[in-house]
Nanobody, 124 residues
Framework: QVQLAESGGGLVQAGGSLRLSCAAS????????MGWFRQAPGKEREFAAA????????YYADSVKGRFSISRDNAKNTVYLQMNSLKPEDTAVYYC?????????????????WGQGTQVTVSS
């Protein structure tokens, strides 16, 4: 079992930055690939970014590529999402997730454990 807790969300103006953190506890964090997903009101939860267990590979949705950066610190059992040049359309609840994702890091079904989410609101 892995417990995940997101933090760092908030209200920011368009063009601003936020850094989300996801702290993990329970089973060995370093053995899991990690992902960030987001869900806007009335929309399905969508993939934003993912990082392999070693940190050696990262993946991004086209909508965030070049603006968001995912990283992890296995010594601190934490994964981060640095979000720059934020846009109003980035407004959503952001969730971190853990799993062994293999070749499908963008798939929700590949992740076994989920956090409760943190709200990010970008004003225009």
């Amino acid at each position: 079992q892995v417990q995940l807790a997101e933090s760092g969300g908030g209200l920011v103006q368009a063009g601003g930055s936020l850094r989300l953190s996801c702290a993990a506890s329970g089973r060995t964090f370093s053995g899991y690939d990690m992902g960030w997903f987001r869900q806007a009101p009335g929309k399905e939860r969508e993939f934003a970014a993912a990082i392999t267990w070693s940190g050696g590979s990262t993946y991004y949705a086209d909508s965030v590529k070049g603006r968001f950066s995912i990283s992890r610190d296995n010594a601190k059992n934490t994964v981060y999402l640095q979000m720059n040049s934020l846009k109003p359309e980035d407004t959503a609840v952001y969730y971190c997730a853990a799993g062994v994702v293999g070749l499908v890091p963008r798939s929700r079904a590949a992740y076994r454990y989920w956090g409760q989410g943190t709200q990010v609101t970008v004003s225009s």
